[in-house]
């Protein structure tokens, strides 16, 4: 198994980026089989490639709706082809629908800004 070369490896969500978020293309970046990086990330991370894959793109759409990309735009920049698909994964795994999510973060922002000027 060629796991030292994982072990070795620190820009592990820029790699998943430039993968499109896939275990397929992950591996393919990082050298390995499938299998491998299935193995790997079971034995160190405690979680599967597809799972943590999953989460790191959910955590970087908030990032995104945080700055003020639009729906679209964040569908397309973490490789979503489908901008509903992508919005019914985002409400699966959030709980509210990604534009609702954006536009209470933008209200949020507002009301902590409003706060800290007086």
């Known amino acids: 198994m060629n796991t030292p070369r994982l072990y070795r490896i620190q820009n592990w969500p820029q790699l998943a980026h430039e993968a499109k978020y ?3 293309g992950l591996a393919e970046n990082c050298s390995v089989s499938v299998r491998t990086l299935e193995v790997f990330f079971l034995t160190v991370r405690r ?3 597809r799972c943590w894959l999953k989460r790191l793109r959910m ?3 908030v990032e995104l709706l945080r700055e003020g990309s639009n729906v ?3 569908a397309e ?3 979503h082809r489908d901008r509903s698909h992508f919005s ?3 409400k699966k795994h959030y709980g509210l629908a990604p534009k609702p ?3 209470r973060a933008k209200r949020a922002e507002t009301a902590s800004f409003a706060l800290s000027a007086t």
Do not use: I
């Open 22 to 24: 896939s275990v397929n």
């Open 47 to 49: 979680e599967s490639p």
């Open 59 to 61: 955590e970087r759409a």
């Open 72 to 74: 679209n735009e964040t």
């Open 77 to 79: 920049c973490l490789g």
């Open 88 to 90: 019914r994964e985002f």
């Open 101 to 103: 999510f954006a536009f």
